[in-house]
């Protein structure tokens, strides 16, 4: 069965350094999301990615933040310069055409220091 | 607006009895509703999701749930627990952003 794979599972940051989480969508999905869940709070959607470029983000998704499809099959998030508050679980989602069902991955654990 | 409430932080069951675990949603049209379960260091997986074709709503694993628009709820059930069953169950609402409930951390004791 297809899965959204991400990579780390885990990754340790200090504070102000840039970090990278990868995700792999299903092969044939077009929709690409990112969420995060901070320790003890909700899942909250950051951004959706479409057509290769941002169709929605939330107030969380500041200018620290970007997303890139770099090739057929990565899409990644990029936090510029970390801070404390940035240590979540961070899930990447995708769907189909027209499906409004979001496959999720099992999420990469930031820890900023 | 949309969102969704989970009523119950932690629900604690017996194996072989009933799961009950509420949502409630805020929704001003007909909202797309899902249900995934969470195990410890897996992703988020659907269990079944609700989009205005059937209110009563049969997912994987024997859970079920059903829309009720006069109260506002879309609680998810399973006639008998099973110890796998134990994991963090999400409410959710959304099309394309989805807005997360807090999550039910469901435990079931032998």
């Known amino acids: 069965e297809p899965e959204v794979t991400q990579t780390p599972s885990h990754q340790v940051t200090q504070m102000g350094q840039e970090v990278i989480l990868r995700c792999v969508p299903i092969s044939n999905h077009l929709y690409f999301y990112w969420y995060r869940q901070i320790l003890g709070q909700k899942v909250e959607f950051l951004v959706s990615?479409?057509?290769?470029?941002?169709?929605?983000k939330s107030e969380i998704f500041d200018d620290q933040f970007s997303v890139e499809r770099p090739d057929g099959s990565n899409f990644t998030l990029k936090i510029r310069s970390t801070k404390l508050e940035d240590s979540a679980m961070y899930f990447c989602?995708?769907?189909?055409?027209?499906?409004?069902?979001?496959?999720f991955g099992p999420g990469t654990r930031l820890t900023v220091l | 607006a949309q969102s969704v409430t989970q009523l119950d932080s932690h629900v604690s069951v017996s194996e072989g009895t009933p799961v009950l675990l509420r949502c409630n949603y805020s929704s001003s049209y007909s909202p797309s509703l899902f249900w995934y379960v969470q195990h410890p260091n897996k992703g988020l997986q659907l269990l079944l999701k609700y989009t205005s074709a059937a209110t009563l709503v049969k997912g994987i694993n024997g859970f079920e749930a059903e829309f009720k628009k006069s109260e506002t709820s879309f609680h998810l059930t399973k006639p008998s627990a099973h110890m796998s069953d134990a994991a963090e169950y999400f409410c959710v609402t959304g099309y394309n952003q989805f807005y997360f409930g807090t999550g039910t951390s469901l435990t079931v004791i032998p």
């Open positions: 989602a995708s769907s189909g055409d027209g499906d409004n069902e979001q496959f």
């Open positions: 990615f479409y057509n290769n470029e941002i169709s929605e």
